[in-house]
Structures are given as C-alpha cells and as structure tokens.
C-alpha cells in the first residue's frame, strides 16, 4: 500500500514543483567510468520510474507506524527549509521499511519488474545507505551512537535520480535552502551537508555498490582490481569535500540569490550548474578536479 496521489501505470509526467516556471535545458554530462556504473545507476535503480513529486511527499509522509497505510493527505508541490520532516532522522531500518512499504509498492514497478530485480534493486539501496552513512561519520568524525541520515539526505536520491522536469529539480534545490524570511538562497550549513551527499552518492556510494553487488546472470559482472581503482581515484571522501568548497566558491559570486537570479545560474548549458543536479555530472567535475 501507499498514498492516494501516487502515479499509476500510463501516469503523464505534470510540472508540479514549478508549475509557472519555463523548462531549462542541461547538459547530457558523461565521463569515462559512466559504463561500468550504468547497469546499477540506471538498469537496475528504479528510483528513475518514480515521479520527483512522488518522492519527497512519500518521504515527507512515512514513518514506521504507516509504513503500510494509505494516507489521505493533499500531495504537497511548495516545499520550504523549515519543513520539519527535512530534519528528520531516518535510521537504515526506516530507509529499508521506506523502499519495501512506499517505493517497491508504486503500480509503475510493482506491475513490471521481477522479483528477481526488485531483490537486486533493495541490495542498491542497502549499500548505497551504508556507505554514505559510514562517509558521513568521517567527514564529520562522528561516534557510532550519532544518528547522521535525516530525510533531507535522503531526499538527494529523489534529486539525483527521480523523473522530473529540469525545473522543477532547480525549484526545489531554491526553496529547501532558501532563507525563508528574505526569500533568497544563501550558505548554510545544511546546503554544505546535502552538497556532500550529493557527491558522495554519485561517486563514492554508487562505485561502492557496483564492487558489492555482483550477479553474473544479471550481467553485473566482479569488477577488476584495475577497474575499480580507475573508479576509486576521483571518488574518495577528500575530492568530494574539496568539491563542496569549489561549489561554494564559484557559485556564490554574491552571497545570496532570489529565484530568478539562482535559476539564472542554471541556464548556461556549458558553464552553468546543472552539474550539481546530474550524478553523471558530479562524478565529471570530480574527474576534472582530480586532473
């Protein structure tokens, strides 16, 4: 079971986070390990069948007491920094109950995919919380007691990988860091902890996957040990961190953004941001950083 408002088979994708705002066209991004990675980044990880939306009001809702429940509440399209479930833990076991009880259950997947895969799928999602999770505590150096993972991390997958407009990605990504009172985007601390999760997903946590999960009849062949230093060198903890400072630097020409000035910082195809949004994307500005 899950929500009301969720996507059924033959759903036709609507423009719900920025419903008023034109669509802005970013870069196809590539590098060389993109094949290695692709059959767990894009064949095997069915996040890419759920609507954006879909995602964050699934998240927004679910806990474990109505992990199996049907909710009635209005699908939200206006999110804000200060929404409380953004600051919410979510421990591995509710990640877990989040993708069997509200994901796996969506008519889009449920309906078309293999038992089989939906095991290889769950495995994706395993490794790909643990390793950000075990990161996170470096990067933060951090006790094993201490709960890292809110939902506002989580929400980096929807981010990265979820089926939407280009807009309404650079929308969202505005009103969950903006400043509320002001209306504008700026530092933060919290915009330094989702930029890290963003990169650790796209590289670290992704290459770390791939090593873990392999099943010869699904085509996921053991990597090498060349082939995985190859995707090992720009991915460590150190490049992603020097990563959010580059960020930080290059994009806050000003220190602080309306909507039409941050989404402005989107538009230029080449010099533009939309890296920031694009797994493919990260894992080239860590390869050109690295060189």
């Known amino acids: 079971m899950g929500c009301n408002f969720c996507r059924k088979q033959g759903y036709q994708r609507i423009n719900y986070l920025a419903p008023e705002e034109k669509e802005i066209v970013l870069k196809d991004y590539s590098s060389p390990n993109d094949e290695l990675l692709n ?31 049907i909710t009635d509440e209005p699908m939200h399209s206006n999110f804000s920094s200060k929404d409380d479930f953004l600051f919410k833990i979510l421990s591995f076991e509710e990640f877990q109950s989040f993708i069997e009880n509200k994901i796996l259950i969506l008519e889009d997947i449920s309906n078309s995919i293999k038992k089989d895969d939906i ?55 505005f009103d969950i860091f903006k400043d509320d009172e002001k209306n504008e985007f700026c530092k933060s601390d919290e915009l330094n902890d989702f930029l890290i999760t963003l990169f650790l997903i796209s590289s670290f946590c992704l290459i770390t996957s791939r090593n873990n999960i392999v099943n010869e009849q699904k085509g996921i062949k053991k990597l090498t040990e060349a082939e995985l230093l190859n995707l090992s060198e720009t991915s460590d903890l150190q490049n992603c961190e020097y990563l959010v400072e580059r960020f ?27 890296w920031v949004l694009s797994s493919k994307g990260i894992r080239r500005k860590l390869e050109l950083i690295k060189t």
């Open 248 to 274: 930080n630097y290059t994009f806050f020409t000003k220190e602080r953004y309306n909507w039409d000035e941050f989404k402005k910082q989107f538009v230029d195809i080449d010099y533009g941001f939309g």
């Open 39 to 69: 059959i767990l980044e894009s064949t095997y990880n069915y996040f890419t069948q759920v609507q954006l939306v879909d995602f964050i009001n699934l998240l927004e809702q679910f806990s474990l007491e109505t992990s199996g429940v």
């Open 119 to 173: 095991i290889i799928f769950k495995q994706f999602c395993n490794q790909m919380y643990q390793s950000l999770e075990t990161k996170l505590r470096e990067h933060y150096n951090s006790e094993n007691s201490v709960k890292l993972i809110k939902k506002r991390n989580i929400l980096a997958f929807g981010i990265l990988f979820c089926d939407c407009e280009n807009i309404e990605k650079i929308k969202l990504f």
